[in-house]
């Protein structure tokens, strides 16, 4: 449903340097909301060789011990040792964080609970389309799901050569109606032990990454792979590259086939509308795409620091709107409350669920689905109906 | 020429601790690329209260005395007292850069010069639109204005009790033929003395920031202006805020009018092709505009790690061409070579000219201009007649 023949969107494994900037900026953050509820989060971090920095401001009652919190993370993704370039035990762990303003803070307390005001200004894009089951752009969704499988067939020993390292990148053409119908280039690059050769890299991960993942009727002759073009990448993580919180904001929302805002998500708590109200975008667009009113849709919505009400909402359908665009945008705001407070109300989002949000994507799944619970309540289809309803 | 009616773009200035980060970042690449132009550098900056952590891979000949290089741009913005909270003279300064992977560099360097390979994978967009004379969307040309003037009223002194932190936000209501019509909203806030009062300080910034610089005809009776809404901001910069390169993406770019690949600019040589090849993107997309071929035109380029030749080349024109699709992109795959070297080599990037990027965006403007110079290379519409003749 683009414009484009050809889209390219790209993903990130959790051994990536950005993601473990940002998988422990999001732990921190859980850590902290399952005591204090009300507490103020942004918090940032920056691994480089052998070094963790946090920082960022927070303000909370809690107390939790945030050196552990980071060791465990990055021992969790598997940087476990020097040997493969990076070690929780034995990383340093700096923490530079200091307070929220109490002048940001005056502008987003206000007397009454749900007036609470926007903890900054900006924009903020939510988008859904019925190219998958998911209605999420198909290339991003696919480049999630090679990097996914990298770390599956890593941990279960499948592949046991492969390090936490990885990237992912999936070529999509679409026919004229604009639906997807094959895939032009993959390129995976993933991290690994000094004693593979290249060759049987190579054929492995076409056989146990690429294939188990991506639609048979996709991959064609014309299909092309480019499988660790650099050839070696025993060097990964940290020592390779820098990494920082909130550097994939593109893998992390619809891999650059909606527009986006520029906030980033991870170590924010709720009160800041960069995460809540993306979220909400996204509640928003796939609902209405769910109720059929559209076949794509992206919302825009922006705020000013301070005040409750955004300063805009928008609405974009793309010509696949099934009935009158202003009616859609009346429907919106008649279902939709998108106030901080009330996003943070009825979406739950007070809770110690972010850590899963910050590897594989924000939006199009729910990991906590196998346990019976929808955590990643903006994947929620229940106001459908309900926009239904409004529109009648 | 968007399907919103109504959109938002916001822009910071040079004193938001994101934007310092970003200037440290291209300041450091630009003092080595004018000892050293092969030097690689990734060069990634964590600013907080009293330290600016530099970090990132570099790899050069050059030397560079990087401590007064950070000292000097924190003092440049104006940050010289901890009473405005930050000093460039005094702030801590720590040093965690590294080397380039010598297995990424093996990517790079081809035996080719021309053959020279991607610095890394991933996806880049180009955009421009005949709605400004810049080419630029409006919204985020007047978001950067807005801020610019911020900074040059306090520099000469009509305002002397700003302070270097500002942020800047603009929704404008588009007309049913894709035409700017008028401004809705105005978000302002701006760090300032202790000694100003919030009514004097919202009327001089309607005098001095807003009224010069939006133009009159757009702003109306029905124009909301949120003008330091939490009502106080005497605390900014890195003390109430952490900053980090590249976190200021959509600001650095077109305001999200036009979609985004995820990949920062601050601190890359343009062997990155998250910097060069959005360099170009923009410079294919004015110029296809500039040619007349199509009022609004988006590109969509992407990259394999290693491999000189683009994994994708795509356009979108929105409905807008003069000409048939295919048409252009043909013409565009003659007239532009998107290999990093021709990339390079035809923008004439291999110069110190980054750190005027830092600040007020990439796109839209050249302030080597004034010396008679113009070092924005992929601002120059050079290629416009040569896209035409493609076509005749
Ligand atoms: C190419 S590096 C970024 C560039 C880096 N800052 C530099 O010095 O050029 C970006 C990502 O690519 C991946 N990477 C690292 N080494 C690689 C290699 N040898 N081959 C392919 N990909 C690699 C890692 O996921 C890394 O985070
Ligand atoms: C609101 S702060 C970001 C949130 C912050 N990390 C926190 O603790 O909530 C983002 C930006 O807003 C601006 N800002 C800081 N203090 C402010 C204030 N009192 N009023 C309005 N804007 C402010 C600065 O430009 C700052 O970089």
Redesign the interface.
């Known amino acids: 449903m683009?414009?484009?023949?050809?889209?390219?969107?790209?993903s990130v494994s959790e051994g990536h340097p950005d993601k473990i900037a940002d998988q422990i900026s999001d732990a921190i953050l859980d850590a902290i909301l399952a005591e204090d509820p009300r507490a103020r989060v942004?918090c940032?971090t920056?691994v480089?060789?052998g070094?963790a920095?946090i920082?960022?401001?927070i303000t909370t009652s809690a107390w939790v011990d945030l050196e552990s919190i980071v060791r465990s993370v990055i021992n969790d993704i598997g940087y476990t040792s020097s040997d493969v370039g990076f070690d929780g035990a034995t990383c340093s762990v700096i923490n530079?964080i200091?307070k929220q303003?109490?002048?940001?803070n005056?502008?987003v307390d206000r007397e009454s609970l749900e007036e609470q005001?926007a903890g900054d200004?900006?924009?903020m894009?939510g988008y859904a389309s019925d190219e998958t089951d998911v209605l999420m752009p198909a290339p991003i969704t696919y480049a999630h799901r090679l990097v996914e499988r990298q770390a599956r067939v890593r941990r279960d020993g499948t592949l046991s050569w492969l390090r936490p390292d990885a990237?992912s990148?999936v070529?999509l053409r679409y026919a004229e109606d604009g639906r997807p119908e094959g895939i032009?280039?993959v390129?995976l690059?993933t991290q690994h032990n000094p004693d593979i050769s290249l060759a049987d890299l190579r054929e492995a991960v076409i056989e146990e990454i690429i294939k188990p993942v991506l639609p048979t009727e996709w991959l064609t002759e014309a299909t092309?792979y480019?499988i660790n073009?650099?050839?070696?990448?025993?060097?990964g993580g940290p020592?390779?590259?820098?990494g920082?919180?909130?550097?994939?904001?593109?893998?992390d929302s619809y891999g650059?086939?909606?527009?986006?805002?520029?906030g980033?998500f991870s170590g924010k708590d709720p009160s800041k509308v960069d995460r809540s109200a993306a979220y909400a975008g996204r509640w928003v667009a796939k609902n209405i795409v769910a109720a059929g009113l559209a076949s794509r849709c992206e919302i825009?919505i922006?705020y000013?620091?301070?005040?409750a009400q955004p300063?805009?909402?928008?609405?974009?359908t793309?010509g696949t709107e099934t009935v009158a665009h202003e009616r859609i945008v009346g429907a919106v705001r008649e279902v939709f409350d998108l106030r901080p407070f009330a996003i943070i109300r009825d979406l739950d989002l007070l809770h110690p669920i972010y850590r899963p949000t910050a590897t594989y994507g924000h939006f199009g799944r729910d990991p906590y689905a196998l346990a019976g619970a929808t955590a990643f309540s903006w994947e929620r289809i229940d106001r459908a109906e309900a926009l239904k309803a409004a529109l009648s």
Chains 1, 2 share one sequence.
């Open positions: 683009t414009e484009y023949s050809l889209f390219t969107s790209e942004a940032e920056m480089k060789t070094v920095i920082s960022g401001e530079i200091g303003s109490p002048e940001i005056q502008g005001g200004q900006g924009l894009f990237k990148q070529t032009d280039t390129v690059s092309k480019f073009p650099t050839g070696k990448f025993v060097i020592v390779g590259d820098c920082l919180t909130g550097r994939k904001i593109i893998v650059g086939m909606a527009r986006h805002g520029g980033a825009q922006s000013a620091i301070g005040e300063t805009s909402i928008s609405l974009n793309f």
